[in-house]
């Protein structure tokens, strides 16, 4: 990760720390008040996980990743997984080797694409 992104990524973490433990915050009846970054245990070129530590002695866990590239407009986005995301996240590999054979297959002029299968496989 670049030193600029890295550091985007620290503000972003201790911004959404803070949002979250702002006490004039419209929150969710239960939600602690206050969170704080406790480690980054995995970090990629553009993506990373975020451990927070709740008032309530409770853990969370935020998936931040960047978009916006190199023009330095970019930015840190994140949510907080639910067992529901990680499952939808396991089938993103096979399903991205079907469709960059199905986009092999329409840039040397093959006659099935195979986008009707996908849809109905998936």
Do not use: C
């Not at 239960?30 to 480690?39: A, L, T």
């Not at 245990?41 to 190199?70: M, Q």
């Not at 407009?73 to 991205?96: A, C, D, M, N, T």
């Not at 092999?104 to 109905?120: I, P, W």
């Amino acid at each position: 990760m670049r030193a600029e992104v890295a550091r985007k990524l620290v503000e972003a973490a201790e911004g959404l720390a803070r949002k979250y433990s702002d006490p004039d915050r419209q929150r969710k009846e239960g939600w602690e008040k206050r969170f704080e970054v406790v480690g980054y245990p995995v970090v990629g070129e553009t993506a990373a996980i975020v451990i927070f530590r709740k008032e309530s002695g409770k853990t969370a866990l935020a998936f931040f990743w960047w978009s916006g590239g190199d023009n330095g407009k970019g930015g840190w986005h994140y949510f907080f997984p639910s067992y529901g995301h990680f499952e939808v996240l396991r089938k993103i590999p096979e399903i991205q080797s079907r469709v960059e054979m199905m986009n092999f297959n329409v840039n040397t002029n093959r006659a099935d694409d195979g986008h009707e299968n996908l849809s109905q496989e998936v």
